[in-house]
């Protein structure tokens, strides 16, 4: 029988030996507890090492073969279990000329840990999907020559083989795919691997000019939140809020004012009690109010949206602003989470839909005209969701080729108003001069609702104004526009 040899990187947790072949290593990293809290950042209940611009998703190697951390006091030099649960318990504080001993406190209690506790993580890769495995030690990288498992541990999907060491132990040999298929991790770390511009285009939004108002869910989370919903920003008080039927609310302008938390619909901490402050949307034909930490700001700039890694109810992505990952909140997400009953039925063949003078099991073909990236992105991915086809152009001209040289005659036209090239002013105009397209219907999804600004709309023939991202109310007005039957 011959047996496979490969090379491999020993790595040691708790003393005990294992190999991950090196086929599988990407890099090698070393964080230093003074650079824990820079590197590694909490994300609900995860957590991401920023590599260079990449959020690559951590584990505890110990973690996920159930093996017990210890560590060594360094007062006693007795060997005691590690409670710590994840990396970030390891970020140094200062403690002025003696940074050998750290505190962290967690759940009330005072712990003390050794500072030259450094974090040892093996980037890692299989297929498509990459993350991060810490462990105590790294060793050399040799040539193993792997042996089969045996009957008893054979069905283990996170082990590949064994290898006897030159002391005569056994090594086990990590299956980099079956302990990503245990964690689940294919749709976090798929997006979020090493790629050229072009697969950038693929995976994440493309870099696009924002506007986002910060705050903090937490003092560790960082969130944004699209500029263009927010109606205002209040200061308040923890005691303003009252909870009425199960149901957070406030007295507010002479009226309740709803109250959302982003932990009624993703897996985060909770918001403290101190320095609130509550950011007043429009949603579900109401106004409605998100808790915040302060302190609140805003941000203008060119930035690159990841819009898949971190996502989750309530987390439409994330970008990475002064060093810090930060959540891109969907507040209407977290309101359907909230107030079920608010939302409606918005698929195509819901009761009380239109339905457009297609063949049969024909989609509906509906335009998008949107210059931002990151709002297109989201307004398609609603309309696709609702059961028609998109065509997206990202700007008034780029959507009137598509018009013009689409084999389909299209049913519906959804244009931003601001736009370079050709504004959807221009664009709605031009659509009304082509007798095809003369009583197609048009939404606007803008910021842009003035009446002044209506009023030009209706001059030039645009239908509706819908708020951008107001995913309840765009899809309401594209059911009660789009052609019926004749």
């Known amino acids: 029988m011959t047996l496979a040899s490969i090379p491999s990187l020993l790595v040691s947790v708790n003393n005990e030996s294992f190999a991950i072949p090196q086929l599988n290593v990407e890099e090698l990293i070393r964080i230093q ?12 209940t995860s957590e991401v090492l920023n590599l260079r611009g990449r959020l690559i998703p951590l584990v505890f190697l110990s973690d996920v073969l159930g093996i017990k951390s210890t560590y060594t006091d360094p007062e006693t030099g007795e060997e005691m279990v590690d409670k710590r649960k994840q990396a970030i318990d390891r970020r140094a504080e200062n403690k002025g000329e003696d940074d ?41 990288s040799m040539e193993i020559v792997v042996k089969p498992l045996g009957r008893h541990i054979k069905s283990c999907t996170e082990y590949a083989g064994a290898t006897i060491m030159g002391d005569g132990s056994v090594a086990l040999i990590l299956d980099i795919s079956g302990i990503a298929s245990i964690l689940k991790m294919s749709v976090v770390a798929s997006t979020i691997q090493s790629q050229t511009l072009d697969e ?15 705050f903090r869910n937490s003092p560790d989370e960082h969130c944004a939140m699209p500029l263009e919903l927010v ?25 309740g004012l709803p109250i959302i938390r982003l932990e009624d619909s993703a897996e985060c901490n909770s918001i403290p009690d101190e320095d609130l402050a509550v950011i007043v949307f429009n949603g579900f034909g109401r106004e409605i109010g998100l808790l915040a930490m302060r302190p609140v700001d805003f941000i203008e700039d ?27 909140l969907d507040v209407y997400e977290i309101v359907e989470k909230v107030y079920p009953d608010w939302t409606r039925d918005t698929t195509l063949t819901a009761p009380g839909a239109s339905k457009a003078n297609l063949p049969e099991g024909e989609k509906p073909l509906i335009l998008v005209a949107e210059d931002s990236t990151f709002f297109r992105k989201q ?12 065509i997206a152009g990202e700007d008034g001209e780029a959507a009137w080729k598509l018009l013009v040289d689409s084999e389909r005659k299209v049913d519906l036209l959804v244009t931003d108003i601001e736009m370079p090239n050709l504004d959807g002013y221009g664009l709605v105009a031009r659509v009304r001069a082509d007798n095809k397209y003369a009583d197609m219907p048009v939404i606007a999804v803008t910021s842009l609702a003035g009446d002044e600004n209506m009023a030009k709309g209706k001059a030039v023939g645009i239908n509706d104004y819908q708020v951008k991202l107001d995913k309840e109310m765009l899809l309401e007005s594209i059911r009660k526009y789009l052609p019926v039957l004749v």
């Not at 962290?104 to 297929?127: C, K, P, T, W």
């Open 33 to 44: 507890p003074k650079d824990v809290k820079e590197s590694i950042e909490r994300l609900g």
């Open 100 to 140: 050998t001993i750290f505190d962290e406190v967690r759940g009330g209690q005072d712990r003390r840990y050794h500072a030259g506790s450094v974090l040892n993580i093996v980037i890692v890769s299989s297929g498509n999907i990459s993350y991060g495995i810490l462990v105590d030690t790294l060793h050399e």
């Open 200 to 214: 950038i285009e693929e995976t994440k939004i493309g870099e696009d000019r924002q506007s986002f108002l910060l």
């Open 231 to 255: 109606g205002r920003v209040e200061h308040i008080e923890s005691s303003s809020i009252q909870i009425v039927g199960g149901k957070r609310i406030m007295q507010y302008m002479g009226k």
């Open 302 to 328: 060119e930035m690159l949206v990841d819009h898949t890694s971190l996502r989750q109810p309530g987390i439409m992505g994330s970008v990475i602003i002064d060093g810090n990952t930060t959540m891109i």
């Open 379 to 390: 307004v398609v991915k609603y309309i696709e969701g609702m059961g028609a086809t998109v």
